[in-house]
């Protein structure tokens, strides 16, 4: 039984950045290749950034160059800083392993608006 966590969301101006932290419990994450996804109301999920069990990353062009993945061993967790946000960015975000064994979490928003 695995619960993934999602914080780190909020308001941000155009250009500003926040950092996502994927946080479980009942898993160690390091052993796992990790994505985050988003997902605007009417929209499917799709997956932005990935992570593998041996730190190589993978992005969405739509993010490339904006957002990093990356691994905190020593809290287990998964993290997404995400730069140069855009009004485009402004949906909810998830986390969950790339093979989907684990459930989603409840997610976090991220509104970018002036």
């Known amino acids: 039984q695995v619960q993934l966590v999602e914080s780190g969301g909020g308001l941000v101006q155009p250009g500003g950045s926040l950092r996502l932290s994927c946080a479980a419990s009942?898993?160690?994450?390091?052993?796992?290749?990790m994505g985050w996804y988003r997902q605007a109301p009417g929209k499917q999920r799709e997956l932005v950034a990935a992570i593998t069990s041996g730190d190589t990353t993978n992005y969405a062009a739509s993010v490339m160059g904006r957002f990093t993945i990356s691994r905190d061993y020593v809290n287990n967790t998964v993290n997404l800083q995400m730069n140069n946000l855009q009004p485009a960015d402004s949906v909810g975000y998830y986390c969950?392993?790339?093979?989907?064994?684990?459930?989603w979490g409840q997610g976090t928003q991220v509104t970018v608006s002036s």
């Open positions: 009942g898993t160690m994450l390091s052993i796992r290749a």
């Open positions: 969950r392993d790339t093979g989907w064994d684990f459930a």
